[in-house]
């Protein structure tokens, strides 16, 4: 009598020498949900946290970038499948990627009117004569850090002696002035200081 002995065994779908890993997913592409703020446009990038990441993921801050006229709405998606080049959602309307070194430009203003509301003479006065002095070197903006530029200050205006009491002119609206006093009252005495007076700019 001849037994004949089969190996048996149970296939789990793995191959021999270890189990086969899935080939990698591309990424996918990034995307950032874009709101308006009164300063400008600000991008969150959407990202996914795998479990158990989830409660653990904290997203990057959120970038700047200007907002496209052609996005309607106070919310809008911007991707990107190389985080070079950005697309509205639907990827047919280029715009500028969000990024940490976007800053929005300032606002446009009249620089007519921003010169008029700082313009200042202070009167200098002499034996017989007075002068306005408009120092606009004392009025410049720098960053910090930044040298100082050179600024050489006009002449002084010859004026009218204005009365003892003017300080200086000051000009409140485009080819507007008014004086300026230094009468105060003194503390818990009333008076009446000279109220400021309407005059005529000083011109050379």
């Known amino acids: 009598m001849v037994v004949v002995t089969a190996a048996g065994g149970c296939s789990d779908g793995k191959q021999s020498g270890g189990t086969t890993k899935p080939d990698p997913k591309p990424e996918s592409q990034m995307s950032w949900r874009v709101r308006r703020t009164p300063d400008g446009c600000q991008a969150d990038q959407n990202i996914k946290c795998p479990p158990p990441d989830v409660a653990t993921c904290n997203p990057p801050a959120p970038m700047a970038m200007p907002c496209p006229p052609e996005a309607t709405g106070d919310s809008f998606l911007v991707v990107s499948a190389d985080g070079k080049s950005c697309f509205l959602e639907g990827g047919?309307?280029?715009?500028?990627?969000?990024?940490?070194?976007?800053?929005?430009?300032?606002?446009?203003?009249?620089?007519?009117?921003?010169?008029?509301?700082?313009r200042r003479w202070d009167i200098q006065r002499g034996k017989a004569d007075c002068f306005a002095?408009?120092?606009?070197?004392?009025?410049?903006?720098?960053?910090?850090?930044?040298?100082?530029?050179?600024?050489?200050?006009?002449?002084?205006?010859?004026?009218?002696?204005?009365?003892?009491?003017?300080?200086?002119?000051?000009?409140?609206?485009?080819?507007?002035?008014?004086?300026?006093?230094?009468?105060k009252c003194d503390p818990g005495v009333k008076c009446n200081p000279p109220s400021p007076a309407k005059v005529e700019c000083p011109r050379y």
């Not at 990024?99 to 700082?118: E, F, K, L, Q, W």
């Open 133 to 183: 002095a408009d120092d606009p070197c004392t009025r410049m903006q720098r960053k910090p850090g930044d040298p100082i530029p050179p600024c050489n200050p006009p002449e002084p205006i010859k004026i009218a002696c204005p009365p003892e009491h003017v300080i200086a002119i000051v000009e409140t609206a485009k080819d507007t002035c008014e004086t300026h006093s230094e009468a």
């Open 92 to 118: 047919t309307i280029a715009v500028t990627c969000p990024s940490y070194d976007y800053r929005p430009p300032p606002p446009a203003v009249d620089a007519g009117v921003v010169a008029a509301a700082m």
